[in-house]
């Protein structure tokens, strides 16, 4: 037996392979196109382990899914693939609607015909786990109740159109094909392997090379943030007993503004790496807001508890101490992945 994992070379998915394989000898097989936001040093720890195979290709390339399917007979797929900053879906809107709408299409479409032959007990037992995210419901205001899986869905940007219409593509193959899915809406990451263009990783590598810290507007936005690995877990549970066609919100309970957020992640490296210079929070720079920018996400998290027994294992102020730990731990991982020197690696390995 084994699961296909789609986008396991980026931030979440990699996390989830790394968990994954700690937990359980069932191979992986990774299929990954290895864009800007996905980096095979991620996995450096599996080179040379038989029970993680990594394939770099789209998932807009039918032929290719259709082969893997074929020779690998994986139990499930769980597809993380996706163009996932909602900045980048500001400039270029393009990307997000080719892998996140077309690629889940084409997904689904392998799925179908790979599971339509399969009898029996692997026919019974196959799963589609579509990984989603909070913000297909739109913007709360202040004192609105945290997202129920009841929510209708108001995406706001490019990234959480295309991510809300993945949702219904893969909610409609189950209600029309009967493919056996289960979709999973989770709340902000952050941990280990995040690619420094996104909130928490960006600070604390601005904030160690000295340089401003950019909040958006007033900063007083909201998010529930969730330590990466409680979202492996949460995935894990679902997969393995989430009810087909349901949705389960996976969130951390944990609700910050982001300037709260800058504040925290600039005390810790005062305490961890204190810098001569002065407290962190002097590079705090207030800058233009995002376009369209979402006023306040936040989870109810109760089904998937209720359900599945699933809740999270860290508090908000041990993810964060073990985050900021990491990034001042892997220097040259940073370094890398900003230099770029993992995208040479990337085209001399896979020829471009
Ligand atoms: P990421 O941008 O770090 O990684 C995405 C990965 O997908 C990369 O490795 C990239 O190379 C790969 N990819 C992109 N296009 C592809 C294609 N056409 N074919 C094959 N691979 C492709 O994203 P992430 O933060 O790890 O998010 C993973 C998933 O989780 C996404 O579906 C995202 O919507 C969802 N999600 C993310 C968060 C979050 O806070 N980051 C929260 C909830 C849900
Ligand atoms: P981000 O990490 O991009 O995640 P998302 O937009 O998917 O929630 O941003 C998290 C929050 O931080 C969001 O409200 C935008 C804000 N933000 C800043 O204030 N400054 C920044 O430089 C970035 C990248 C984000």
Not at 212 to 226: A, E, F, K, M, S
Not at 235 to 257: C, F, S
Not at 300 to 315: C, F, M, N, S, V
């Amino acid at each position: 037996m084994s699961i296909l994992v789609t986008g396991g070379a980026g931030f979440i998915g990699s996390n989830f392979v790394l968990d994954w394989l700690r937990q359980s000898d069932e191979p992986v097989v990774n299929l990954d196109v290895l864009t800007y936001a996905g980096n095979p040093e991620n996995l450096a720890s599996l080179d040379g382990d038989a029970r993680h195979v990594f394939v770099k290709g789209d998932i807009c390339d039918r032929a290719l899914i259709d082969r893997l399917l074929a020779e690998h007979r994986p139990r499930a797929i769980v597809h993380f693939a996706a163009e996932s900053h909602v900045d980048r879906s500001i400039s270029g809107p393009g990307a997000f609607m080719r892998t996140n709408v077309e690629g889940t299409f084409n997904l689904l479409e392998a799925a179908r015909a790979y599971w339509s032959q399969l009898a029996g007990e692997e026919k019974a037992s196959f799963r589609f786990h579509h990984v989603s995210t909070d913000e297909v419901y739109g913007s709360l205001q202040a004192q609105d109740p945290p997202f129920a899986e009841t929510n209708p869905y108001e995406p706001n940007s490019p990234y959480s159109a295309s991510k809300a219409a993945s949702d219904h593509l893969v909610r409609a193959w189950h209600h029309t094909y009967g493919l056996p899915v289960v979709t999973t809406n989770c709340s902000n990451n952050y941990g280990p392997y995040h690619f420094p263009e996104k909130l928490i990783p960006l600070m604390i590598v601005n904030a160690l090379a000295g340089k401003p810290l950019p909040v958006y507007g007033d900063g007083q936005q909201i998010r529930d943030w969730l330590y990466v690995t409680d979202h492996c877990s949460g995935i894990r549970a679902v997969l393995a007993g989430g009810r087909l066609g349901e949705t389960y919100n996976i969130g951390g309970w944990n609700e910050k503004a982001n300037i709260d957020i800058v504040e925290t992640v600039c005390a810790l490296l005062d305490e961890l790496r204190p810098d001569p210079a002065g407290p962190y929070s002097r590079l705090i720079s207030y800058v233009k807001d995002r376009p369209g920018h979402d006023r306040r996400y936040a989870i109810d998290a109760r089904k998937i508890e209720r359900e599945l027994g699933w809740r999270p294992a860290e508090t908000f102020e041990t993810g964060i101490r073990k985050t900021v730990q990491w990034y001042l731990d892997h220097p040259d991982w940073v370094a890398r992945v900003q230099s770029g020197a993992y995208r040479d690696w990337v085209s001399q390995q896979y020829g471009g």
